[in-house]
């Protein structure tokens, strides 16, 4: 499976954008791009998902490179309730399986 | 709607003991997974059901552990003999079938399983 990397952690002031970045150098022409993050005692929760366009829903945005090797999940205002651990997969077309990583911890101050 | 429902929420036993966790997907979904959360080793999928039929089961740790789908709307996860390595937060996750492909994954709030 080709793996991505991400910060362990990032900070941010509430009502500021915050851009999480992730790296998979490896990604194939096949790999779509997922992001799903984890509230604190919940289970993980889907955020969005793309394969070579920037994609926008009304969680996020996701901004992919020209040659797909680094991608960033955009929250445009962040709230006390962004804090939460978002992980960066890559999926192939060809597999039902997600694999989580470590993620990137987003702290959120007030 | 109702999501991902799992039971127990919490559950305490000695270990040796049989311990056995519950799904009920969302209705209408087609595959259900169950994963496994841990801090040492982070989130891990154990095996996943496409319509009732286990599909993947190469991440079930042992012959301890066991996963069964009877039908649509229920899933269970057993260990036996349970061991104090199993405590960790046991999620499942259900999603709808697409482009013969799961979508994405809805998961539950997950079973708090210690064992001691």
Not at chain 2, 96 to 105: D, V
Request: charge should be neutral; charged fraction near 20%; glycine fraction near 6%.
């Amino acid at each position: 499976d080709a793996k991505t990397t991400q910060p362990n952690s990032m900070e941010s002031n509430e009502e500021e954008p915050v851009h999480l970045p992730c790296n998979h150098s490896t990604i194939s022409g096949t790999d779509y791009i997922h992001w799903y993050r984890q509230l604190p005692s919940q289970g993980p929760e889907y955020v969005i998902h793309g394969l070579t366009s920037n994609v926008n829903n009304r969680m996020a945005s996701l901004a992919i490179a020209e040659d797909r090797k680094s991608s960033t999940l955009i929250l445009h205002r962040a709230t006390l309730r962004d804090a939460a651990v978002y992980y960066c997969i890559l999926r192939s077309y060809n597999t039902d399986k997600l694999i989580f990583g470590t993620g990137t911890r987003l702290q959120v101050f007030p | 709607d109702a999501g991902v429902i799992q039971s127990p929420r919490h559950e305490v036993t000695e270990m040796g003991q049989e311990v056995t966790l519950r799904c009920k997907p969302i209705s209408g979904h087609d595959y259900l997974f169950w994963y496994r959360q841990t801090m040492m080793r982070g989130l891990e999928l154990l095996i996943y059901f496409n319509n009732n039929v286990p599909i993947d089961d190469s991440g079930m740790p042992e012959d301890r552990f066991s996963a069964k789908m009877p039908n649509a709307s229920f899933s269970t996860l057993k260990i036996q003999p349970s061991e104090p390595r199993d405590s960790a937060v046991y999620f499942c996750a259900s999603s709808r079938q697409t482009g013969g492909l799961a979508k994405s994954q809805h998961f539950g709030d997950g079973t708090r399983l210690s064992i001691l």
